[in-house]
């Protein structure tokens, strides 16, 4: 089992970065798919990006790429989403999520354990 914790959130400007983290408690973490989805006010949460095992392969949705980058430390149990160039649509609460399994999917429905969320709103 793998215990997540958001962290990095908050309020910023339209242009903007933020570093989100996401620490991972339990055992075997390098053998956790991780992924941040996102949940914006009456809408369904969605994928944002994923990240192998390994770090070997990243995935993104469209609407982030160029402008957000996940990455994993194994050795620390810590997951990352780099936020930059940050746009008003991207206020959500965000979500990191692992999954058991060795196939990146952007489906939220198949990751294992979640974190509670951490906000981020851009204004602009």
């Known amino acids: 089992q793998v215990q997540l914790v958001e962290s990095g959130g908050g309020l910023v400007q339209a242009g903007d970065s933020l570093r989100l983290s996401c620490s991972a408690s339990?055992?075997?973490?390098?053998?956790?798919?991780m992924g941040w989805f996102r949940q914006a006010p009456g809408k369904e949460r969605e994928f944002v990006a994923v990240?192998?095992?390994?770090?070997?392969?990243?995935y993104y949705t469209d609407s982030v790429k160029g402008r957000f980058t996940i990455s994993r430390d194994n050795a620390k149990n810590m997951v990352y989403l780099q936020m930059n160039s940050l746009k008003p649509e991207d206020t959500a609460v965000y979500f990191c999520?692992?999954?058991?399994?060795?196939?990146?999917?952007?489906?939220?429905?198949?990751?294992?354990?979640w974190g509670q969320g951490t906000q981020v709103t851009v204004s602009s």
């Open positions: 999520a692992a999954r058991n399994s060795v196939v990146t999917d952007p489906n939220y429905s198949k990751y294992d354990y």
């Open positions: 339990g055992r075997a973490f390098s053998s956790y798919v």
């Open positions: 990240i192998s095992r390994r770090a070997l392969t990243t």
